[in-house]
């Protein structure tokens, strides 16, 4: 659960009775205040209305898009934390939604410890964005992102000039998903192939893994892009 002092409040965006019964019982066994909007235009009113601090949302409502609900509240300013919830499993919806503002994407069927998961970790990312912290730990991966000095397992880990944009941006992004279209617009400008980003990743986690082979850092999202996990 958070160590936020109240309750984080989760607004459940689904047209589906046993699926908002389901989510609604498990989340509030660990805590969470939820509310339920069963179409797009409940959900954009409770959100301008700032009655939630995080929103898992279905893709398919009775009356729009989840897509176009996520384009319209980050084209509006909205922050705060965005789970996709949905039963299209085509990955390029996936992108779609990731690029667009959302913060995770979980598919049905699913898990309720998976989706508590995603929710903790779009908490995180977004209280590190708040904070702006000059000093990034997660487990024994430290960056100091001012004197742009990285060391693992108390071990300092020098880096190409490209290799540490790479890790920087993933560090900003920590706990959220970022899209190979995302990171190469960001790293490259955008005129990159995706093979070339694979060859970084690869080499960052030779130098930042224990395993390269089971990485705990830097975790793939098949056919989607990367994640930065957080760690205790």
């Not at 659960?1 to 459940?12: D, E, G, I, N």
């Not at 309720?112 to 998961?117: C, F, R, S």
């Not at 397992?153 to 959220?176: C, M, N, T, W």
């Not at 960052?204 to 830097?218: F, G, S, T, V, Y």
Request: hydrophobic letters at 45%.
């Amino acid at each position: 659960m958070s160590t936020l002092s109240a309750p984080v409040r989760v607004l459940l965006v689904d047209d589906e009775p046993a699926i908002l019964r389901f989510v609604r019982a498990s989340l509030a066994t660990q805590g969470y205040v939820v509310s339920e909007a069963r179409d797009g235009l409940s959900a954009i009113e409770a959100i301008r209305a700032k009655a939630a601090d995080v929103v898992v949302l279905d893709l398919g409502l009775p009356d729009m898009d989840g897509l176009d609900i996520i384009r319209k509240l980050r084209a509006e300013g909205a922050t705060l934390p965005i789970i996709v919830l949905s039963g299209r499993e085509a990955e390029g919806l996936k992108v779609e939604a990731l690029d667009l503002g959302a913060d995770d994407y979980v598919t049905k069927p699913f898990g309720i410890d998976e989706l508590l998961a995603r929710i903790r970790a779009a908490q995180r990312h977004r209280l590190q964005q708040q904070g702006e912290k000059a000093i990034f730990r997660s487990g024994d991966l430290t960056a100091d992102l001012v004197r742009r000095i990285v060391t693992v397992r108390g071990q300092e880990v020098k880096f190409s000039p490209r290799e540490y944009d790479v890790l920087r941006l993933l560090i900003a992004h920590a706990g959220k998903v970022l899209t190979h279209r995302f990171i190469l617009r960001e790293v490259w400008g955008g005129d990159t192939d995706v093979q070339y980003l694979r060859m970084y990743i690869r080499a960052l986690r030779l130098k930042i893994e224990a395993d390269p082979e089971r990485p705990r850092h830097i975790l793939t999202e098949t056919g989607v892009g990367y994640r930065l996990a957080i760690q205790d």
